[in-house]
């Protein structure tokens, strides 16, 4: 009788310590899954994925038990195990290596937990001991136990591994398909080729390497790196926010005739934390893409810097922007409206005459706010040649700003030319920056087209997103800008 | 592949195997099985060759590479000369642990000789099929991982400078390489030692690092037969069910085929835990060696290990069992033990400067 009593009560208190993990690895994998649409701010932010506050801490200073998707599911056991260790009558007074164990391993995760939060390589350490101290512990719980509540206590944590690796799946065939079958593998063997081949790389032709230790290791040839003592000046003026046209002139200056950098080595992602700084508008304005291949990117230096180049004889101006100006019909009176879906308003940003901005006030229910405008050859007061820009380059000069969550594929910069049949190729560039960026994008005008459109594609999520422009210039030139 | 096959072999087996034998000839008291003494020596093998490069590298700076691989080998030498009695000892531990071995498996009835033979064949075949996977695939991409590329690209600088310098003037190499972090050499090192025993054509090829690559395998490896060995002493299904445990984190995965120093370093560190059990628990000197040994190799390794080895003497000190002289005493010799195994670096970092930037971060 007692007997399928204590069965009875061990079936209700294994079923009840089956429900609560249950419904705690269902709680964490909602926090720890849940993706924001807003971008992480800081580059630790994202590479921590402790972007909100509660990740931050399951993520971040409780990463060593709550980290699922990297360091899996039952590492989180250790606190009640450890905690039944230390006080259940049933164990016998700790040893002193047992006690030793056990600070050694409190002092790391304290000191991970406050130090390397951010860092998963860190948190990892502490991963095969902390998951086979959980084994030990949960063995020795079991171990007067009957072999069926044994094996099925273990099939329950080897269960919860398996759901925890088919829960990331995708995460592990990334992996598998980039290291292990080698399917895509993530290495430039382009860009390492064309630096370790081009003869126009050289000593008096370096390249600046924005934390590239790539380029040292795999190619034969001398660099300057962004905080070695010789360029640190640089680096300190890229990190400061977006400056004048006198700015960048200097620092043109001082990487193409003190460092004898022609060059630009960096990596997307540093790009992506340096949005608001001088180094996008610097490669924006005076760099020209060479090469972009996995996440690395190379630029090269313009032959010279870009307003000295705008204002060269070769390049030929159409005006369409009259800074001196107060009103948007007579700042930019070319502006066309192409298509639209909801009512947009264009007006003139207060104290800043020649600053256009555009935002969406109305809408019908469910439908997406989109708004195409911009400039037609021979449209609106916009008087071109045709004769005269066919086979030449049409090159779009914007300043702009864009409301945060707006940087992504459905705002862009482009050029486009009709074919009489309808057809069309164009040139387009994304708005990168919530900041005020110069973007430009340029166009070979095929012969025989029937148009050209220079346009703005701003879709904002509701009336508070923003688009203004500004120092709008459309050049026509024999070569790309 | 065979030049990358021999440095294994050299390195990672026989410079392993020769430490493991002078370690068995030491342990007289016989602190832990001879097994898991020569699971832990694999791993030995690599990390020492740093240190004794590290060492000729700055002390006896500027040589040509030829000498630093005989000053390896001349130390090695001298352990393969004490260790002789050592392997004497491991044959017939073998030889006698075998026989057990037979008999017992002459024991079993056919059902338990099934699933034994089940057993080991499964690990048997994961364990086979990963080293084709890993040698067919992953092995043969280069570098590109940012953290593995400083390593490597310090291990070059040593190579090519053919010295460690300690200074606080931060000059780039001569490549224009320039780093400001806290790498410590020891992992660097085994790019320095890898290049030295490659001719200088192969140092311009691109499997000139093969054997540098293959460290995050190896000793990712050896923290999974470290982790089998424990748990398969409680149980065989409970080391079976390690497994999947320790792949349910998709970051030992990566670990395992990412090059990286983090299996390297994490080995040292877990292993220097063992050894402050049978220090706490023996009591005895052999035990206290190995705890010094691993937790400086700790230290050599990462900085995060200089954390464990200091944490490891603060253990040692707060619950070795004995009057307050003793723990004074054992903590001192522990102290010395993590410095000569590579605890110096930081002592010179802190004395002269580092050419990297002593815990110098610079946030990008």
């Known amino acids: 009788m007692t007997g ?92 002193r290596w047992q006690m030793a164990l056990i600070f050694i391993w409190l002092m790391m995760v304290v000191l991970i937990g406050i130090k390397g939060y951010d860092n998963v390589r860190y948190q990892l350490t502490l991963f095969p001991f902390t998951s086979a101290m959980v084994l030990f512990l949960l063995w020795q719980l079991l171990e007067d136990k009957n072999k069926i509540l044994k094996i099925l206590s273990f099939s329950l944590v080897a269960l919860a591994c398996l759901f925890n690796i088919y829960h990331y799946i995708d995460t592990y065939k990334f992996a598998w398909d980039l290291r292990v079958s080698v399917k895509d593998p993530h290495f430039p063997f382009q860009l390492v080729n064309f630096l370790e081949s081009n003869q126009e790389v050289n000593y008096r032709s370096k390249v600046l390497t924005i934390n590239q230790p790539l380029y040292y290791y795999h190619i034969s040839k001398k660099g300057v790196d962004y905080v070695s003592s010789h360029a640190i000046g640089v680096w300190v003026e890229f990190k400061k926010k977006a400056g004048s046209v006198a700015d960048r002139n200097k620092l043109y200056r001082f990487l193409r005739k003190r460092l004898k950098v022609n060059y630009i080595l960096l990596s997307a992602f540093h790009k992506r934390f340096h949005r608001s700084t001088l180094l996008e508008e610097f490669l924006h304005c005076e760099c020209k893409p060479v090469l972009k291949e996995k996440s690395w990117l190379l630029y090269r230096l313009r032959k010279r810097p870009l307003e000295e180049q705008l204002k060269s004889s070769a390049f030929r101006e159409i005006k369409v922007w009259d800074e001196s100006r107060s009103t948007v019909q007579t700042i930019a009176p070319s502006l066309l409206r192409f298509h639209r879906s909801g009512i947009f308003k264009f007006e003139v940003g207060k104290g800043k005459k020649n600053t256009i901005i555009v935002r969406n006030i109305r809408i019908k229910k469910g439908a997406k706010r989109r708004i195409h405008f911009g400039f037609q050859f021979n449209r609106k007061g916009l008087r071109v040649d045709a004769g005269e820009y066919e086979g030449k380059y049409v090159n779009f000069v914007v300043r702009a700003a864009i409301s945060p969550r707006l940087v992504n594929r459905d705002n862009r910069i482009s050029i486009a030319d009709y074919n009489k049949d309808g057809t069309h190729k164009a040139s387009k560039t994304y708005f990168t920056s919530p900041h005020w960026r110069t973007y430009i994008v340029s166009k070979k005008v095929r012969p025989g087209n029937s148009r050209v459109i220079l346009v703005f594609r701003f879709c904002p999520l509701s009336p508070r997103d923003r688009l203004k422009i500004k120092n709008v210039k459309i050049v026509i030139s024999p070569e790309p800008l | ?94 030889k006698e ?99 030295m025993l490659n001719n200088e054509q192969t140092n311009q090829k691109p499997y000139f690092d093969m054997y540098f690559r293959s460290i995050s395998g190896y000793f990712g490896l050896l923290i999974i037969g470290v982790y089998f060995y424990w748990l398969y002493k409680k149980n065989k299904y409970l080391a079976l069910l390690g497994l999947p445990v320790l792949f349910s984190g998709y970051r030992f995965f990566a670990m395992m085929v990412n090059y990286h120093l983090d299996a390297y370093r994490i080995f040292f560190l877990l292993v220097s835990w063992i050894w402050l059990v049978y220090t706490l628990k023996q009591k005895d000197n052999f035990s206290l060696l190995l705890l010094g040994v691993f937790s400086g190799f700790a230290a050599f390794t990462h900085l995060i290990g200089l954390a464990v080895a200091l944490f490891n003497g603060l253990a040692l000190f707060i619950f070795y069992e004995g009057d307050l002289k003793v723990r004074i005493f054992k903590t001192a010799a522990l102290a010395l033990l993590i410095i000569v195994s590579g605890n110096i670096h930081y002592l010179l970092e802190v004395l002269f400067g580092s050419v990297s930037g002593y815990i110098s971060y610079i946030s990008y």
Request: no cysteine.
């Open chain 1, 4 to 95: 399928i009593v204590k069965n009875k009560k061990h079936i209700i208190i294994g079923l009840a310590v089956v429900i609560v993990s249950v419904l705690v690895l269902q709680s964490v994998y909602t926090i720890i899954d849940e993706k924001r649409p807003g971008e992480a701010d800081t580059q630790r932010e994202y590479l921590g994925n402790i972007e909100t506050p509660v990740k931050k801490w399951l993520n971040g200073h409780f990463g060593v038990f709550f980290k699922f998707k990297q360091l899996g599911n039952i590492n989180w056991l250790a606190i009640p195990l450890l905690i039944w260790f230390l006080v259940s009558r049933r164990t016998k007074k700790p040893e």
């Open chain 2, 97 to 195: 642990w075998m026989k057990s071995a037979a008999g017992k498996w002459k024991e079993f009835n056919s059902r338990e000789k099934f699933k034994r033979a089940i057993y080991w064949g499964f690990l048997l075949v994961l364990l086979g099929s990963f080293l084709v996977v890993y040698v067919g695939g992953t092995l043969q991409t280069p570098i590109e991982h940012h953290d593995a590329l400083i390593y490597g690209n310090l291990g070059k600088m040593y190579y090519q400078q053919k010295q460690v310098t300690y200074s606080k003037v931060m000059k780039p190499a001569k490549n224009g390489f320039y780093f400001q972090g806290s790498q410590k050499p020891s992992f660097s090192l085994l790019l320095t030692w890898e290049m």
């Open chain 2, 1 to 94: 592949m065979i030049a990358f096959l021999v440095k294994l072999a050299l390195t990672n087996v026989l410079f392993s195997l020769v430490i493991g034998a002078a370690l068995v000839r030491l342990n007289k008291h016989r602190i832990g099985s001879t097994g898991e003494l020569i699971l832990y020596s694999l791993g030995l093998g690599p990390v020492l060759t740093a240190l004794v490069l590290y060492y000729l590298l700055l002390f006896i700076p500027g040589q040509a590479h030829l000498f630093y691989i005989i000053g390896v080998l001349l130390v090695y030498g001298l352990i393969f000369i004490f260790s002789i009695k050592g392997f004497h000892i491991l044959a017939v531990r073998m």
